[in-house]
Every structure is written in C-alpha cells, then in structure tokens.
C-alpha cells in the first residue's frame, strides 16, 4: 500500500498499459524530489522520463477519487440495509424472527404480522410467470442468436430491448384494464389473481432472462456449432445438445435475474392482484405479495405495521442479495468445471 | 452373399444395443428440426406479439384521449377527478428524472473509469462489482422504502424532488456504471498507446482520448438508465409524495406520470388521464431509447 499508482501499474496482469507502466515506475516516490534517479544514464534527462512531483500527487489524487466514486455503490447497498434495517429489525425482537416468517395469518387490525402468505404468494408468482416466460424467453435468445436471419433479427431485438424499458406500471395499466377483463370472462370472476400476474411478470421477465441467454449463446464458439453440423446433425439437435448445453451458465444466470426481477416487481402486480392476505383458493383469486403489502398498506400504516412493512422490505432485499450470490456461486463453479 | 448377411446382422445388432438411437431414427431429424424450428420461431413471434399488442394497447386507448395533446399536456388537472391536463406530472417527471441524472453521472462515469483503468483485479474490486450487481437487483420498492427512511426522514429532506432524485440515483448507478465500463473498455489499446507515447499523463489520456472515444456509448447507458429512472413508480411514490405540484424548488414534493397512471388506474375515476399519461410515459421512454439505440448505430457506422 505504499504506492497506489505503481502497485497499480505492476500488478496488472499482461501488459495492458506498457506505457502507462513506464511512466509510473520512473515517477518518483513520494519524499523523493528532484528528478528521478531512473532517468538513463546516457543522454540528458527527458521530460518523457519523469513527471513532475506535482503531476505525480495530482494523478495519484483523482485515482483516489475515482476509487471513492466506485465506493459509492459499497456505501449505497451498506446504507440500504442499514436504513431500511434501522427501520425493520425491531419486528424481528419484537415477534421474533419465527412468528414474523412462520406465521400465517397478515392481519395488521389484529396485530399479527406472520409473512409466510406473503412469501408463499410471491413465490407462486414468480415461479408462474417463470413457467411461462423463461421458455419463451430462451426460445426468443436462441432465435436472435441462430435461428433468425440478420434483417428478421434487426427487427426482433429491437422489439425485445423496447420491452424491456416500457415502465412498469404501463403493464400493469396493460394487465389491469386489457388482460383482466378477458381472464374475468372466461373465468367468471372479476378476474384479479394468480392467472392474470402469471401472463404479466411472464411478458415482463422476458426481455431480461432473453437478453443475457443471448449473450450467452454468443459467447458459445462458432467451431463448436460446425463441429456439430459437420457429424451431421440438424441445427435443432445442434442447438439442443450442444449450444444450450454449452451456455447453460450463463442460461441459469439469466433465469434467477428475471427471477429477482418477478419477485420484487411492484407496481405491475399490484394492479393485477386484486390483493387479499391469504394463499389464493384459486388461481383466479385475488392475493398479496410482499412488494404489493408495502404499498398497499403504507400510506396508512403506523407503529409496529410500519415496522413490519419495513421489516418485509428486509426480506426482500435478502432475498435480491440472495439471487445475486448465488448467480455469483453458480459462474464460479461454471469457470472452475470448465 | 455370407458377407453381406454378417454384416447386416451386425449392423442390427449395434442398433438393437442402442435402443434409444433407433426409436429416435424413427421419426425423421429433419422432421424434428422443422417443429423445433417452428416452435422457436413462434416463441419469438409471441415476444414481439406482447410488445406489439402492449404498445397498440396504449396507443389506441391513449391517442383517444390525447384529442388535445397541448392542452392534455400544458394545463392542470382540475377537480376531484383530475379532469383536464397534467401538466404538474410532467413537471415533477422531468425535474426528479433529470436532477438524478445530474448526480449520478459523474459519480458512475467516474466509479467506471476506475474499474476500467486503474482497478486491479483483487478483493476492493469484487466487492465494488458486488455491490453494483446487488443495488441493481434491490427491487424497486425497497428503494422507495430505503429513499423514505434515509432522505425523506433521517436526513429530513422531506417528500421533494431532491429526495425522489436521490433515490433514484442509486437505482441509475449500477446501470451507468456498467455501461459506462464496457464503453471505456471498448476503446481500443492502441488509441491509449498513442496518448501514452505523446508523453500524456494517465489522467490526460483518459480524459482526454478514452473518455472522449467512449462518450457516444456512456450516452447510451445515461439514456437508457434515465429512461428507467422516468418510468420508476414505487421509488418515488415514498420520496416525493403523491401531492399534484409543479416543483420549482428541490425541496418541493409533487407527483410524477407513473405515479399519476397508478392513481388514475387504481382509483379507477378517471381512466381517461390514465390512459393519456400512460402514452405520453410511454412516449417519453421510447424516445430515450430509441435516441439511445440511433446513437450507438451512428457511431457504429462513423466508426466502419
């Protein structure tokens, strides 16, 4: 740690930055002034030879800074939990940890605060809409990367991009007035539940889960595809025993970030769900999740309900820092195999 | 004739050791691939189906509504029902939207040239790529929670346009962040060798070349973040309150489009500005993004 800028450029594995290298190693080390004594010994000193000692501080300075910048993101998820926690945990000491993610019944009037509805109807909405939408979105990768053609795939992606960034609570305008009506017809409910959050999340995952399974399938060598076609094999069987194969890493990656995107979906579920705290009797029911509780319950929540609303904010920040670790898990383990 | 009876029969022989090839054999692998195929192709077909049916949706229900567009869009609503325009909305939109993007910017392009340039692979820098991924996977809503306890409360801040900024701004950063990396590290090596071997400091060099290379695509990262930023209901619901203001201050509260087509839709009393402010939203974000894409196409063909 004695000198950032030179441990900086010597231990950078290859020589990314050769000049780069040159110049901090003939820099003189702070105390040292005067001009370096690395300068060659044939010939006069050139500038090219040494910087400054002003240079050298005002380099080392802005990399400092440029550190403190990337930092930023350390201090923003530390500040989150500790906020959102400061809020939260005392739910934890109030009811204990056991009774606020055992308990069954989430009736803030009568002063129990049990999540485990809460969690069950998250779950069963994410894992519908997974269901429905990881299929659909590795069929639509595996499309862009080796079924379309370059002027189809010019017009497909775009469309899977653009979805991606209509807001969320579009879709759910989408779901509440287009798509309920119809569930609500042939079901002849009012069409809030299950059915109608499964179809929305599932459009809503898919550009996430078909945009890194794309990625993905890229990366998979092209010698390994005509290896395959070369024995023989039809591009299904290719894309089917080899490329999903080869990419499923990144494939999986791909799935329990669309996942984390269901699961802490708000706004679209909210106006889909139709949000009652029990475990539907049906999928055409309406239910609660942990993100719909939060807004539905906020506005008018105090004292130990607002604790706990926080404290279900707690459960799903672990539970998005739970999916980004295991993603982590899962690349080192792919690395290390291969 | 004995030699080709022995082979025959061993030829059955491997393929009866082998029962699964032969079943398969039985139906053609051309036959396979046409399905396959065609599945995958109706995969696809439904993906842009949904954006497409999605996208007439709103535009058919919204431009309805839209009679008007520069009274919609330029006067207040009036009444209990929020009848007439929404101007505030937009307002609010636009100020959170771009006070964040102002924040986050230099904080991202700069969190992103160290990781690029001066970041060695080690313990800091998998904690800071750790970091990012998890503050881009926070859902939404835990943001808005995190912006109310810490801007709003703690910092006393109150329900304004700094607090929504705020907010918001850690939801763009891992965004910026990354895209801003990849561009810089999609300029090529030889450009910063030549910077180097002009004498050029490293601070020049990447001031001065690499950041300058990389502007169009860090571009497209701000826009696509922004984008999001604009379309974020549940984060600034918590941060900058649901009162229909026009805010001139950053410290004052109002309502953004989101949060608007939430209300109008939930309420259900007038879905009329629900569905004009949806399109107008809808539009907006559309335009940051399509911006976003006719950026990185130019540069692509300026570059070859």
């Known amino acids: 740690m004695t000198d950032p800028l030179d441990r900086g450029g010597r231990a950078t594995p290859g020589d990314r930055r050769p000049a780069a290298d040159l110049l901090h190693r003939e820099a003189p080390a702070p105390g040292v002034s005067g001009p370096s004594a690395l300068v060659p010994p044939a010939g006069p000193p050139t500038r090219l030879s040494t910087i400054s000692r002003a240079t050298y501080l005002k380099e080392a300075g802005l990399k400092n800074l440029f550190l403190l910048c990337a930092c930023v993101a350390v201090a923003g998820v530390l500040l989150i939990f500790l906020f959102v926690g400061y809020r939260g945990f005392p739910i934890f000491g109030k009811l204990g940890i056991a009774a606020f993610l055992g308990g069954r019944t989430w009736s803030p009037s009568a002063g129990s605060f049990g999540v485990l509805s809460l969690i069950i109807n998250s779950l069963l909405a994410t894992l519908g809409a997974l269901a429905i939408g990881a299929p659909l979105a590795i069929g639509t990768a595996v499309f862009l990367s080796d079924v379309a053609s370059p002027r189809v795939r010019e017009l497909v992606r775009p469309a899977v991009e653009l979805l991606a960034g209509i807001p969320s609570v579009v879709y759910g305008l989408f779901g509440l007035l287009a798509l309920r009506p119809i569930i609500a017809k042939t079901s002849g409910g009012l069409g809030f539940g299950l059915a109608a959050a499964w179809m929305i999340l599932a459009i809503m995952v898919v550009p996430t889960i078909a945009a890194i399974s794309e990625d993905a399938l890229r990366s998979v060598p092209d010698g390994i595809r005509e290896a395959s076609y070369a024995m023989g094999a039809t591009k299904w069987q290719t894309i089917w025993r080899v490329l999903l194969p080869a990419a499923r890493v990144g494939i999986i990656d791909a799935v329990i970030l669309g996942m984390g995107r269901a699961i802490g979906e708000t706004m679209a579920v909210l106006m889909v769900a139709g949000n009652a705290a029990v475990v539907p009797a049906g999928i055409f029911k309406p239910f609660l999740t942990l993100t719909t509780v939060i807004v539905l319950e906020m506005p008018y929540a105090s004292g130990d309900h607002r604790t706990a609303l926080f404290g279900v904010a707690i459960m799903l920040f672990l539970i998005s820092m739970a999916f980004v670790a295991s993603i982590r898990l899962i690349s080192r383990l792919g690395r290390e195999r291969s | ?304």
């Open chain 2, 1 to 304: 004739m004995s030699d080709t009876g022995g082979r025959s029969e061993k030829t059955n022989a491997s393929a009866s050791g082998v029962p699964p090839t032969r079943r398969r054999e039985l139906v053609d692998k051309r036959v396979t691939n046409a399905l396959a195929l065609g599945v995958i192709w109706c995969f696809a077909l439904a993906t842009v189906a949904a954006l497409g049916s999605l996208l007439l949706y709103v535009v058919i229900n919204g431009a309805r509504e839209l009679a008007n567009p520069i009274e919609f869009i330029f006067s207040w609503p009036k009444g209990v029902n929020a009848e007439g325009g929404i101007w505030p909305t937009i307002q609010s939109t636009l100020y959170a939207t771009g006070l964040a993007m102002i924040i986050v910017t230099p904080i991202a392009v700069l969190a992103a040239v160290y990781l690029a340039e001066y970041a060695v692979q080690g313990r800091l820098v998998s904690v800071i790529r750790f970091a990012a991924d998890s503050l881009a996977s926070v859902p939404s809503i835990v943001m808005g929670l995190f912006g109310l306890a810490l801007f709003v409360e703690a910092a006393g801040i109150g329900f304004s346009a700094l607090s929504a900024a705020l907010a918001l701004s850690f939801l763009m950063l891992p965004i910026v962040m990354r895209t801003t990396e990849e561009a810089i590290r999609s300029v090529p090596k030889y450009i910063r060798w030549g910077s180097y071997g002009l004498g050029a400091s490293k601070w020049q060099t990447v001031s001065r070349v690499v950041l300058p290379a990389a502007l169009p695509r860090i571009l497209t990262g701000l826009l696509l973040a922004t984008g999001r930023a604009a379309g974020e209901t549940a984060v600034v619901i918590y941060t900058m309150g649901t009162s229909l203001n026009a805010p001139i201050s950053p410290l004052e509260g109002g309502r953004t489009m989101p949060v608007h087509v939430m209300l109008m839709a939930m309420e259900g009393i007038n879905l009329k500005a629900a569905y004009g402010t949806a399109l107008l939203l809808v539009i907006m974000v559309l335009a940051f993004n399509l911006t976003a894409r006719y950026i990185v196409r130019r540069t692509r063909r300026m570059q070859g």
